[in-house]
C-alpha cells in the first residue's frame, strides 16, 4: 500500500499536471503529422489520378465495345469478359507469364543472394564499386536494353551462331529472338540480368542488419562456414527474404518493356505475356492496321488479370505465412 | 524553429526553381529561328521516315515562300501513327494539319470531327486540277464535303528486289552480262539454288525483316497476285477481300496455300536469312545492300535509303506468276485517295490550308518523282524519259501493274458506316505461325482466319442501316483491268 499510494498520487498529479503539456505535444505532433501528409500528399494525388481511378474507370469500360474514340456507347454487358476467357491467346500469355515468373524469381534470387554474401565480406576491397556494377542495370531504361539486345543479336548473331556451331553447343543457326523454342528463354535471361540488381541491395541491406556478434558467436562454439550460414544467416534473412520473394514475383507478373522491345509477343505470341496482351488490345497490333484497338477487351483482360493476381498473392501470402509458423514451432 | 525556417526556404527555393523552370520552359517553347521569324507555326504530323527528306525540303521551300508561317514537322514512328493521333486528339494536342492515320476509318475521323472540310478552300477549279474521279464520295469526300485529296497514283506497292551482285556471283547473267531477272516463280526457286550453292550457304537465296509482323505478308502478298487472287495479304478495313465473290478467300483461294507451302520449301531448304523474324525491316535492308541476301520483298520506299548510301546496283521486278505469262491479277487502289488533311480545330486554318496546297501542288509532286519517291497523282510528272535513276524508270515502267479496282463506297454510301473490327489473329499472325512452325495445317489456320474475318463482316453489315453482303460483290470484275463502279450499280 505504502508503495502503490505515492504512485497513484504521483500519477494523479501527473495528470492534473499534464492538460497544458499534452495539449501542446498533442500540436506539436499534428504539425508534425501535418507535414507528413503534405510530403505524402503528391504522392497520394498520384496514385490516385494514375491507379485508383484507372482502376475504377477502366471497369466501367469492360462493360462496352470502344476503340477509344470518343465515348463508349456500344453496350455489350459481359461480352468482353467471355471473349477474354475464351481466347487461347490470353491463357497463353498467362502461361508465358508464369514461366516467366518460376525461372526468373528463384534464378535471380539464389544468385542475388550468393552475390550478396561475397559483397557483404568487409574484407572485400572495392566492394562499393562493385555494388554500383551490379545495379547498374536496374537504372538503365528496359527500352534501352532492349534495343541494345535486339542489335546485338541480330547484327552478332551470325557470329553468336558461328562459336556456338563450332563448339558443337547446336547443329544448326539459331534466330535467338525470331524462334519460338528460344525467344522466351532470351528475355528470361535479359530479365534476370536486368532486374538483379534490386534483389541483390535488398539481400545485402538485410545481411547488414546482422549483429556481428552472433557471428562471432557462432564461431567461437566452433561453426563452419556452412553451418554459420544455415543457422544464423538463413533464419535472420527470412524476413526480409519473404519480403524480397514477394516483391520478386510482383515485379515478374508486371514484365512488359523488355517483351514490348525484344519481340513484341511474337513470333507468334510465342513470347506474349499478359501485360503486352493487354497492350495489343488496347492500342492495336504493332501493325495498327491489322487490329483495331479495343479498349474494352483491354479492360475486362485486365480486369481478369487484376483478379487472378489477387488470387495468386493471397495463396502465397497464405503459404509464406504457414512456413513462417511451422518453422517457428 | 530553425527547422521551420529551413522548411521555409526549401520551398521557397522549390517554388523559385519551378518559376524558373516554367519561365525557361515558355522561353523555349516557341522552337528553332526559322519560328521565331515566322509570325504563325503550324505544327505538322507524319510518319514519313525513308521520305523525310522530300518532307524537309518542300518545308525549306514552303517557307521561303510564306515567310511569315513556320512549320513545325513531328515525325511519327509509322506503326503507332494511329495510336498518338487519337491520343492527341482526346487532349486535345492535335497537329493543325497531319497525313491521314489508316486507323480509324475516314469515316469514323470525321464523325468524331477530328478533320476540317476543305470546301472553302478547295473549290471546283482547285479539283480540276487533279485527274478525273479524284474526288469520290466515301474516300476522300463525306457528306459532299471535301476532306483530303489523292497525292499518289496507282502504283504496285510491292516488289521482289535483286541484287545484281549476289546475282553474278551466282553466275545468273544473260549472254550481255546483265542480271537475269526471275519473272516467275519457278524462276525464282531457281535463281535461289543457284545462290545457296555457289555462295555455299554463305549468303542466303531470301531475306526479309520480320520484327514488326508485317513484311512476311509481303511475300504472300506479292506472289498470290501474281497467281490471279486479287485481295493480296492486305490487312486492315475492307482491303484484302476478294470483291469479285465479296468475301476472303484465304481459305478457299487455292493460290494461298500454295505460296505459304513455297515459302515452306525455300524456309526447310535454309534459303532464307536465318535472323529474318527478328530483324526490323530496317535492318533487312541494310543487310540487303551488304549482299548478305539475294532477293527482298519490299517497296519503293527502299530505294530513297539506299541511293543515299549510294547502293544502286539492283533491279526490281513485281508479281511473279507461277508459271510463264503476264500476272493474273494486279494491285488495285479506289478512285481518289487520302494523304493529309486539316484539323477541324486548328486555329490557323488558312496557314495549315496553305501548307495542305503546297504539298499537293504540281511541283511538289514533281519533286516527289524526281528523287525516286513514288508516283505522282500528276500524270505528267510521272513521264519515264525524266527518270535517269534505273531502278526508278523500272519502278515508273511498271505503274501499269496497278490500277483502279471497285470500291463499295461509290456503290452505296452507306458502306462508309461499316466498321469492321480486327480480327486476331490475322494472316500476318497465321503466317509467322506457319512459317515457324507453331501451327502445323496451313489450311486449317487459313479456314479459320477466313470464317472469322467473313463472320466480323457480317457482324459489321447487321450494325450498318443501308448496307448488304452485296455492296461488297463486283462478279464482273476482270482483274486485269482498271474497274468503274457505278453509283447504285
Not at chain 1, 484497338?293 to 493471397?314: K, M, Q, T
Not at chain 2, 520480320?210 to 490471279?228: E, I, K, M, P
Amino acid at each position: 500500500m505504502a508503495v502503490t499510494a505515492p504512485v497513484r498520487e504521483h500519477s494523479t498529479d501527473t495528470a492534473r499536471a499534464e492538460p497544458p503539456r499534452s495539449a501542446g505535444r498533442r500540436r506539436a505532433r499534428r504539425r508534425t503529422y501535418l507535414w507528413s501528409y503534405v510530403y505524402l500528399a503528391p504522392m497520394m494525388v498520384l496514385l490516385l489520378v494514375f491507379v485508383v481511378y484507372p482502376i475504377i474507370a477502366s471497369l466501367g469500360y469492360t462493360f462496352y465495345k470502344w476503340d477509344g474514340i470518343g465515348d463508349p456507347s456500344d453496350f455489350v454487358g459481359l461480352d468482353n469478359f467471355r471473349q477474354i476467357v475464351h481466347d487461347s491467346i490470353f491463357w497463353r500469355s498467362l502461361g508465358h507469364t508464369f514461366v516467366y515468373a518460376a525461372f526468373v524469381v528463384p534464378i535471380q534470387l539464389v544468385l542475388a543472394l550468393a552475390l550478396a554474401l561475397v559483397l557483404n565480406n568487409k574484407k572485400l576491397r572495392f566492394a562499393s564499386f562493385y555494388r554500383t556494377l551490379f545495379f547498374l542495370p536496374v537504372v538503365t531504361s528496359a527500352a534501352v536494353i532492349g534495343v541494345v539486345i535486339q542489335l546485338l543479336v541480330s547484327n552478332f548473331g551470325d557470329s553468336i551462331n558461328s562459336v556456338l556451331l563450332k563448339l558443337q553447343v547446336i547443329d544448326q543457326h539459331v534466330d535467338w529472338l525470331g524462334d519460338p523454342h528460344f525467344a522466351l528463354g532470351i528475355i528470361i535471361l535479359v530479365g534476370i540480368w536486368h532486374t538483379f540488381g534490386y534483389n541483390l541491395v535488398y539481400f545485402l541491406a538485410g545481411l547488414q542488419t546482422i549483429p556481428d556478434e552472433l557471428y562471432e558467436a557462432a564461431r567461437l562454439d566452433g561453426a563452419g562456414r556452412f553451418a554459420t550460414f544455415r543457422y544464423i544467416t538463413i533464419p535472420m534473412l527470412r524476413a526480409v527474404g519473404v519480403v524480397i520473394v514477394i516483391l520478386a514475383v510482383i515485379g515478374t507478373f508486371q514484365i512488359f518493356d523488355l517483351v514490348q522491345v525484344l519481340t513484341s509477343g511474337g513470333p507468334f505470341f510465342a513470347t506474349e505475356v499478359v501485360n503486352t496482351y493487354i497492350y495489343h488490345l488496347a492500342f492495336g497490333g504493332s501493325n495498327a492496321n491489322a487490329v483495331q484497338p479495343d479498349i474494352g477487351l483491354a479492360s475486362a483482360a485486365s480486369f481478369v488479370y487484376g483478379v487472378l493476381l489477387i488470387a495468386f498473392s493471397v495463396v502465397q501470402v497464405v503459404v509464406l505465412r504457414s512456413l513462417a509458423k511451422r518453422r517457428a514451432l | 524553429m530553425s527547422s521551420r525556417i529551413s522548411r521555409r526556404t526549401l520551398l521557397r527555393g522549390a517554388a523559385g526553381l519551378a518559376g524558373a523552370g516554367a519561365l525557361a520552359g515558355c522561353s523555349s517553347g516557341n522552337g528553332g529561328s526559322s519560328a521565331s521569324k515566322a509570325s504563325t507555326t503550324i505544327t505538322y504530323w507524319d510518319w514519313y521516315a525513308s521520305q523525310a527528306g522530300w518532307v524537309d525540303n518542300e518545308i525549306k521551300l514552303f517557307q521561303e515562300a510564306h515567310p511569315g508561317i513556320a512549320v513545325k514537322k513531328t515525325t511519327q514512328v509509322s506503326d503507332k501513327y494511329a495510336d498518338l493521333v487519337s491520343l492527341a486528339y482526346r487532349s486535345n494536342n492535335a497537329p493543325d494539319i497531319l497525313m491521314v492515320p489508316k486507323s480509324p476509318q475516314l469515316s469514323q475521323q470525321i464523325s468524331q470531327s477530328w478533320l476540317m472540310p476543305l470546301d472553302k478552300w478547295a473549290t471546283d477549279s482547285w479539283q480540276g486540277r487533279f485527274p478525273e474521279n479524284s474526288f469520290v464520295e466515301g474516300v476522300d469526300v463525306f457528306g459532299g464535303k471535301v476532306y483530303t485529296a489523292p497525292f499518289a497514283a496507282p502504283a504496285p506497292s510491292l516488289q521482289l528486289y535483286v541484287h545484281h551482285g549476289v546475282f553474278k556471283d551466282a553466275g545468273l547473267t544473260n549472254d550481255d552480262g546483265s542480271v537475269k531477272l526471275p519473272k516467275t516463280w519457278d524462276e525464282v526457286t531457281g535463281a535461289a539454288e543457284a545462290i545457296a550453292s555457289k555462295s555455299g550457304g554463305k549468303v542466303a537465296p531470301f531475306g526479309f525483316g520480320n520484327s514488326t509482323n508485317t513484311t512476311l505478308a509481303w511475300w504472300l502478298d506479292l506472289f498470290v497476285r501474281g497467281a490471279g487472287t486479287p485481295g493480296g495479304a492486305a490487312v486492315g478495313g475492307i482491303d484484302g477481300m476478294d470483291y469479285r465473290v465479296g468475301k476472303w478467300t484465304f481459305g478457299t483461294d487455292r493460290n494461298y496455300l500454295d505460296v505459304i507451302n513455297l515459302l515452306l520449301e525455300w524456309k526447310n531448304k535454309n534459303w532464307f536469312y536465318p535472323n529474318s523474324m527478328s530483324i526490323s525491316d530496317e535492318q533487312a535492308r541494310a543487310f540487303f545492300e551488304r549482299g548478305r541476301f539475294g532477293m527482298t520483298v519490299g517497296g519503293v520506299w527502299n530505294q530513297p535509303e539506299w541511293t543515299k548510301h549510294k547502293f544502286t546496283d539492283y533491279s526490281l521486278v513485281t508479281l511473279p506468276t507461277p508459271s510463264a505469262g503476264d500476272p493474273k491479277a494486279l494491285f488495285y487502289g479506289p478512285p481518289g485517295g487520302k494523304f493529309v488533311a486539316v484539323n477541324a480545330k486548328t486555329p490557323h486554318a488558312d496557314e495549315a490550308w496553305a501548307w495542305f496546297e503546297w504539298l499537293y501542288s504540281p511541283d511538289a509532286g514533281k519533286r516527289w518523282v524526281e528523287q525516286g519517291q513514288g508516283l505522282s497523282v500528276y500524270a505528267k510528272n510521272n513521264d519515264p524519259k525524266s527518270v535517269t535513276f534505273a531502278p526508278f524508270a523500272q519502278y515508273v515502267a511498271m505503274s501499269g501493274a496497278a490500277v483502279v479496282g471497285p470500291q463499295p463506297t461509290i456503290r452505296n454510301p452507306k458502306v462508309a458506316a461499316v466498321q469492321l473490327p480486327g480480327v486476331k489473329p490475322d494472316i500476318n499472325d497465321v503466317l509467322a505461325g506457319v512459317y515457324t512452325g507453331q501451327l502445323k495445317d496451313p489450311q486449317a489456320a487459313l479456314n479459320e482466319l477466313t470464317d472469322k474475318m467473313n463472320q466480323a463482316l457480317g457482324d459489321a453489315i447487321t450494325k450498318a442501316p443501308g448496307v448488304s453482303p452485296k455492296d461488297f460483290t463486283f462478279s464482273d470484275w476482270d482483274l486485269t483491268k482498271p474497274y468503274t463502279t457505278k453509283p447504285g450499280a
